[in-house]
């Protein structure tokens, strides 16, 4: 398998090969969905996605940079995969007139895919069957003046990315992009819940009334536990074992008409100690049925989210902006988005030991490379470092 790969891919640009990967059917199918190639001429939706993914993957900060890079390679382009290269003003066009959803049902194909390859993928420390996602949001600060849609507090400019990323394998599986005022919690009532699935969430999701919701169709919730909330304890667990840092246990009823009317039924409330911040964290939630340190450290996973939002800032095109209109950015942040996941695709079907975050690093800054990508990828011993010094764009 080693050996047919690299000869196949033997002369090919880097880039070449990662295109080679993605469903052109499925992505014509999007396309034709929305009309996206309807009377176009010079630059089609597949053209338009391949220079926006040939930015995200070499960590270009405008469509000006991608225009000039593609333009000094225009004789490389053909053996890129890409037509032709085109003006700034042309791609600036597509993306503000092509629907950003041609993109973002792209992206719900790779997503479905990709889960699909990472499903019997092991947790840190968890030994349960249980879907596990950790829901978050990562915040963009914008110019109010050019994104007038894009409100947020205090009369700044801001845009919210939603993510619902499954802990197996690291997979956002659910986006939603808004502006800045959109409160976290209201996100909760535009999932759909997955019974048994476990939800990880901090306090800026507690509503009660989207918390409930979970809880009847079956599915589970752990939240950081307000301080104020008020509440009566119904039982108490003794039985827990203190060296793990484990505080107390305790089955609860919430106080106050409006709680009890909103969240009806007991919750578990579990405290623990966290040595490394030196702080007492409180969590809340709906599960009865794993111990009381598997909550804790069911929780302690959500890091991972965190993880993830700081990487695509830094290594994808994620906090420069490449056009002004909503439908813009939405097209840029799906196509970040769908970067990410294509090379989870690649990282799986080649079984490479590198991390998705040290792939794309990689296959960043060898885009121009002929190597083929099975070798460039499986070899444990690269120094990441030594690249990031090596980047070909620098614009």
């Not at 080693?2 to 000869?7: D, V």
């Not at 890079?69 to 225009?74: E, P, Y």
């Not at 800026?204 to 939240?223: C, Q, W």
Request: aromatic fraction near 14%.
């Amino acid at each position: 398998m080693h050996f047919y790969i690299s000869a196949m891919n033997s002369g090919k640009y880097v880039f070449y090969q990662i295109t080679e990967f993605i469903n052109r059917y499925e992505f014509n199918k999007c396309v034709k969905c929305y009309n996206g190639d309807l009377g176009v001429r010079d630059l089609d939706c597949w053209n338009q996605f391949l220079q926006l993914l040939f930015g995200q993957l070499s960590s270009l900060n405008s469509l000006r940079n991608i225009c000039v890079c593609l333009k000094q390679h225009s004789k490389k382009l053909y053996h890129l995969g890409i037509k032709q290269y085109v003006n700034v003003s042309t791609l600036s066009r597509a993306n503000e007139k092509r629907d950003w959803r041609i993109f973002a049902d792209f992206g719900l194909y790779l997503i479905e895919k990709v889960r699909n390859l990472y499903f019997d993928d092991k947790i840190d420390k968890i030994n349960i069957s249980n879907d596990i996602f950790a829901l978050d949001s990562t915040t963009i600060s914008v110019s109010i003046n050019l994104l007038s849609w894009a409100l947020g507090k205090y009369s700044r400019g801001a845009i919210k990315i939603h993510t619902l990323m499954d802990l197996r394998g690291d997979i956002p599986t659910f986006i939603h992009i808004s502006d800045g005022k959109c409160h976290d919690s209201n996100i909760l009532d535009k999932i759909i819940p997955i019974p048994n699935a476990i939800y990880l969430m901090d306090k800026a999701y507690i509503d009660l009334a989207a918390l409930y919701k979970l809880n009847s169709l079956g599915s589970f919730f752990i939240t950081r536990a307000k301080k104020n909330m008020k509440y009566e304890v119904i039982e108490q667990n003794f039985n827990i074992d203190e060296t793990t840092g484990l505080l107390f246990d305790k089955e609860i009823c919430l106080k106050g008409h409006k709680s009890i009317k909103l969240y009806p039924k007991n919750l578990r409330l579990v405290g623990f100690y966290d040595s490394d911040k030196g702080e007492i964290i409180e969590f809340l939630t709906n599960n009865f049925e794993i111990s009381a340190f598997e909550v804790a450290i069911l929780y302690r996973n959500r890091w991972k989210i965190e993880t993830f939002f700081k990487f695509i800032k830094q290594n994808l095109t994620i906090k420069k902006l490449w056009g002004h209109s909503e439908n813009a950015v939405k097209i840029h942040i799906w196509v970040a988005i769908i970067t990410y996941l294509l090379i989870a695709y690649i990282k799986k079907i080649l079984k490479s030991p590198l991390s998705i975050y040290e792939m794309i690093e990689l296959l960043g800054i060898s885009l121009f490379d002929k190597t083929p990508i099975q070798e460039l990828i499986s070899d444990t011993e690269i120094e990441l470092n030594m690249y990031q010094q090596l980047r070909l764009f620098d614009f």
